[in-house]
């Protein structure tokens, strides 16, 4: 439950919210924050919900977190110096209890890994494990700021690709609701005055008169029904064989399985730099990247990577045993290797990928748009000559 609350702290009225399961919870948290309870009201359940969607922790709050402890751990900071500054400065209540819950690891002398683990919806594997090899090596405050410069960097190349792509899918959704409005509620009153009239209609136009007919009548079923399929057919790609499946079809279609390759190699290049670099194993650095991995070949790749190098070949020529990473980064990986600066290798692969990604986005988008312009021009020319020509025959049947 959401509570709204009035208190006096230094002698300055202070208003703010917090979530609790009762009021006795709420007014013990407000007075171990120090401050004298002078009204306390509960929320609505759609302010609740509105709260809820407003304070929520988002990816933004991690990068932002791990910034601003990177910058306080480097200044000398302790900490629980650090989560103090943190919790005066957050607005959040969600990410308050965090931090919150974080602290109170620490001084139960849990390391900070330790409880960061206690969060994987969070806190991936990744960041544990970086974390981990930054308290190991006492460099703590260096990783963090790879780290925050990662998520960075990857909040980044994910706003670039979904920047390219609102465009082409605000075009594919206005044009199929504006299809579907046409057809079911404006064509059927054109079409209904050519029904008086004794006169051969094309064959569009007969199309036309059915679909819109069907449609008018059954609109809310086929609504209800296409969300019906779109979700079995999300149910069905959420098993292993229907996400491997659509992985394998996704790596077949031109151009769309550039852009797919790439970006998967943009991810596991730059985190395996940043892992190696920060000094943890190959091996466990692999297995990382297998669970970070959303396309299920190339998680099978690096475990069959795994597997050799556990035999004891080198990364190089196990990525080279694997059709399906490029000759460039198998070169690049092998020489690597053989100067002993794999992690700034890959650091250096990984920034190429990411401007060939950019590249492959904007080849699919230049492609994507004008397809869908195409496609709409085709179908008003339809509608329009579906309904315009029995008008041409109507006028020469007077004459």
Known sequence: MLFRYKALFNQKIIKGKVEAESDNQAKMYIKNLGYFLIELKKETQTQNLLFFFLNNINFN??????????????????????????????????????????????????????????????????????VKSGEASGKLSDILLKLSQNLEKEREFKSKIKGAMIYPLILIIGMISVMFIMVTFVIPRLLDLYKDFNIDLPLTTKILMSISSVSSRFWPLIIFGVIGVISGIKKIFSTNQGKLFFDQTVLKIPIINNVVKISTLVDSTRTLSILIGAGVSLIESLEIIIEITSNLIYQKSFKNIVKKIEKGISLGQAMQQEQIFPPILVQMTQVGEQTGKLDDTLGRISRYFEMESEMAVKALTTLIEPTILVFMGLGVGVLVSSVITPIYQLTSSFK
């Open 61 to 130: 709050d991690i990068v932002n977190f791990t910034r601003q402890m990177a910058i306080m751990l480097n200044a000398g900071l302790t900490l629980i110096d650090s989560f103090d500054i943190l919790k005066k400065q957050t607005n959040k209540i969600a990410l308050l209890r965090l931090i919150e819950d974080l602290e109170k690891e620490i001084k139960s002398g849990n390391s900070f890994s330790s409880a960061l683990k206690k969060h994987p919806q969070y806190f991936p594997n990744l960041y544990v494990a970086l």
